[in-house]
């Protein structure tokens, strides 16, 4: 069993900042990657960043230069720092990891957070 929880969403003026967290736990045998995506009300389900194991990022083109993704290995975590807000940005934010949860077992699964509401307003 895996759980991921996010933390840190919020309402913030615009040209604000906020920092999302979000901790795997459970039976965890290695993290492949992880990331955030995002959906804001009417609209589809959308990548925001995503983090693999060595260390490499991705992010969508309306976030790149605002948004920061990190990770720590040792606590299953990953982060994202996001700087200069905008109401666009106003939506739930999910967490998301591929996971491998069996050594005997070399096949990895996609685990969801519950999700973080983040309102950007004035």
């Known amino acids: 069993q895996v759980q991921l929880v996010e933390s840190g969403g919020g309402l913030v003026q615009p040209g604000g900042s906020l920092r999302l967290s979000c901790a795997a736990s459970?039976?965890?045998?290695?993290?492949?990657?992880m990331g955030w995506y995002r959906q804001a009300p009417g609209k589809e389900r959308e990548l925001v960043a995503v983090?693999?194991?060595?260390?490499?990022?991705n992010y969508t083109d309306s976030v790149k230069g605002r948004f920061t993704i990190s990770r720590d290995n040792g606590k299953n975590t990953v982060y994202l720092q996001m700087d200069s807000l905008n109401p666009e940005d106003t939506a739930v934010y999910y967490c998301?990891?591929?996971?491998?949860?069996?050594?005997?077992?070399?096949?990895?699964?996609?685990?969801w957070g519950q999700g973080t509401r983040v309102a950007v307003s004035s």
């Open positions: 998301c990891a591929d996971i491998r949860t069996f050594t005997w077992r070399p096949l990895s699964t996609r685990y």
């Open positions: 983090i693999t194991s060595d260390g490499n990022t």
């Open positions: 459970g039976r965890i045998f290695s993290i492949q990657s």
